[in-house]
Nanobody, 119 residues
C-alpha cells in the first residue's frame, strides 16, 4: 500500500488549503485514514482521522477550522484547512491503518507535505 499526499503550500494567515492523500495498491481495506503533523522541534501529533464507520476525531487545536473527509471509492482522504494560523505551519503526513486479510493489518505513512502559514 502506498500513500500519496498532495496539496501543501504557502498561505497567509486566515487562508485555506486542502490536502489530499490517495492510497494505492491491491487487496486491502482501509480502516482508518488521517493526518498528522510535525513542526520543527516538536513531536508528530494527530491532526484528524476518519474511521471506516464515518466517525471522525480532531485535535482540539483544529476543531472548527479543519474538516476531514473520505472518498471510499477512491481510497482518498482530504483535509480542508480553513482559518489557518501560523502555528499550523508544519509538515503534514498522511496515515492509514489497513487490513490485508482477516488476520493481518498494518500502518502506513505517506510522504510529508509542507504547509506554511505566514503572519
Amino acid at each position: 500500500v502506498q500513500l500519496q499526499a498532495s496539496g501543501g503550500g504557502l498561505v497567509q494567515a486566515g487562508g485555506s488549503l486542502r490536502l489530499s492523500c490517495a492510497a494505492s495498491g491491491s487487496g486491502f481495506v482501509i480502516n482508518v485514514m488521517g493526518w498528522y503533523r510535525q513542526a520543527p522541534g516538536n513531536q508528530r501529533e494527530l491532526v484528524a482521522r476518519t474511521f471506516s464507520n464515518g466517525n471522525t476525531v480532531y485535535a482540539d487545536s483544529v476543531k472548527g477550522r479543519f474538516t476531514i473527509s473520505r472518498d471510499n471509492a477512491k481510497n482518498t482522504v482530504y483535509l480542508q484547512m480553513n482559518s489557518l494560523k501560523p502555528e499550523d505551519t508544519a509538515v503534514y503526513y498522511c496515515h492509514a491503518h489497513v487490513s490485508t486479510s482477516v488476520t493481518s493489518s498494518a500502518y502506513y505513512w505517506g510522504q510529508g507535505t509542507q504547509v506554511t502559514v505566514s503572519s
